[in-house]
């Protein structure tokens, strides 16, 4: 087999910069280059952070599905941010690590590992290259020496600005930049600009704080938004394809990074090719709440007893650019979805057996060191035209800017089509799910069935009710199992008769 895919739809993204919907192609035909805002490390990643990125694995693996490598990068910001999305208020890792009564690195390696458990727990792909803030500080102080060499800053008492005035198009990304944006950027004595961000922040006279370094600038931490201009740059050039993150991003963060690549290169170059966002997760009816026990984090989702792919399902279900409202109404019936796929696909792996195909494919879920192009021309060599019609469907909606909404019924399509042969829906369900990473082909049904954190019973009581049960139907005693049944509802378990390794399953109070 070759390690091609077939000729597609070609792949259209959409571009917050422009504005526009364009055709994409990769600078390096033989790499796409991927830079992905990270996370600060100070707590744990809210659900709508981690939106970001189910996105952002999203489409590489549809760069990767349509047979693109991809170097992908993001980045740990373990200093600089602040309380605020420009230049005031405590440094958030300062602030962690002082309620914490712990050290800023303490904290960053907590938080840094818990984030990574997530990502793995929503079987995103992890970056070529996890780039942390702290081991670049060097790098940063060059680059901002740079941009003072180049007459794009000034020095005032708390540190080095940047003059956002100095740069063509300042502000661009965010589009018309209302006072309410404007508003969320710091009045600082002296700034010359409105706009205008920190470099380098130097510490206060007296101020004693875990993470400072000496600049030509006097001791201090870098800006926040220094850092992503100088990793994506270091590791990915100058310029390089797509740079994504959250919508929050496009205001202010990601037109500070552009003005310092402008003007850290003199050209009007942006730093990505494509700058891309996604959209806000919607929490109309606070349930998300942290005072509320809601559903703020991943780990509260699994405590609630939903397993954390459902929450990928849910995100799959919108439109990246669209705003995706959370509900737990919403939460459950990507469950109850996310079920039946994996229901189905245990039944296509009976009924097709065990084709060779399928040694590509870890207990993991991910492939055994092949590319997504082999595996799709392994997978795929055995379709047949109508099989191969669905497939071309579902490339062109994921070719449409990751439609990745209209994939979902054409994958369900696939799966229960009888029409087509077992084998090749699974063949057709195992490409699909390369681009949608819903690891169809290695959940089993008991996967998805999480014990609750408040739940009022152990597993093994539930199976010695559960043969207790059985037992008494075996001997019709139908009144000993009606009571058991009870019992078992009172703890917080259904019952579902006769239907195998689903004979009972967690009752969940979402």
Not at 373 to 378: E, L, P
Request: glycine fraction near 8%; hydrophobic fraction near 45%.
């Amino acid at each position: 087999m070759t390690d091609t895919v077939p000729a597609g739809a070609p792949l259209m993204l959409f571009d917050s910069l422009t504005r526009s919907t364009r055709a994409f192609a990769p600078i390096d035909p033989t790499m796409v280059r991927l830079y992905s805002c990270g996370p600060t490390v100070y707590n744990f990643a809210h659900l709508g952070n981690l939106r970001a990125y189910v996105f952002t694995d999203t489409l590489r693996r549809t760069l990767n599905w349509k047979g693109w490598p991809v170097n992908h990068v993001i980045n740990i910001t373990d200093v600089g941010h602040l309380t605020s999305d420009a230049d005031e208020g405590d440094d958030k890792m300062e602030a962690a690590a002082k309620k914490a009564a712990k050290t800023i690195w303490e904290i960053a390696a907590f938080y840094t590992d818990a984030f990574k458990a997530d990502l793995t727990g929503l079987n995103i792909i992890a970056p070529t290259l996890w780039s942390v803030a702290t081991d670049h500080i060097q790098d940063m102080i060059a680059f901002a020496r740079t941009i003072e060499a180049a007459g794009a800053s000034y020095e005032l008492d708390s540190g080095l600005y940047f003059d956002t005035s100095k740069v063509p198009d300042y502000g661009r990304l965010a589009g018309a930049r209302g006072d309410e944006t404007v508003g969320r950027i710091a009045e600082v004595e002296g700034k010359r600009n409105a706009a205008d961000f920190a470099l380098w922040r130097r510490s206060a006279p007296g101020e004693q704080r875990q993470m400072e370094w000496m600049s030509p600038w006097g001791p201090g931490a870098p800006g926040w938004h220094l850092e992503c201009s100088v990793m994506s740059m270091k590791y990915l050039g100058s310029q390089f394809d797509i740079h994504t993150g959250g919508i929050d991003h496009r205001e202010i963060h990601h037109c500070n990074e552009i003005a310092q690549n402008q003007a850290f290169t003199g050209t009007a170059a942006s730093g990505a090719n494509f700058w891309m966002h996604n959209n806000f997760l919607v929490d109309r009816g606070g349930k998300m709440s942290k005072s509320k026990g809601g559903f703020a984090t991943l780990a509260g989702v699994i405590a609630k007893g939903v397993h954390p792919l459902a929450y990928r399902l849910l995100c799959l279900s919108a439109h990246y650019r669209s705003e995706l409202e959370f509900s737990p109404e919403a939460l459950a019936a990507a469950l109850t979805r996310l079920t039946r796929l994996v229901l189905a696909a245990q039944q296509l792996r009976e009924k097709a057996g065990a084709p060779d195909w399928l040694r590509l494919i870890d207990e993991s879920g991910s492939s055994k060191g092949a590319s997504f192009a082999y595996q799709r021309s392994v997978i795929e060599a055995g379709l047949g035209a109508k099989a191969g019609a669905l497939l071309v469907q579902f490339d062109e909606a994921l070719s449409n800017d990751l439609m990745v909404p209209q994939t979902l019924p054409l994958l369900e399509s696939a799966i229960a089509d009888k029409a087509i042969p077992a084998e090749e829906r699974l063949r057709l369900l195992a490409s699909m799910d390369l681009a949608l990473g819903l690891g169809l082909l290695t959940l089993k049904r008991i996967d998805l069935r999480l014990r609750p954190a408040d739940a009022r019973t152990t597993e093994n009581e539930v199976e010695a009710l559960i043969e207790q049960r059985q037992a008494a139907r075996a001997a019709k005693d139908y009144a000993a199992s009606d009571r058991l049944r009870d019992e078992l509802a009172e703890r917080g378990v259904s019952v579902m008769d006769g239907a195998g390794d689903m004979r009972w399953d967690w009752i969940l109070d979402l």
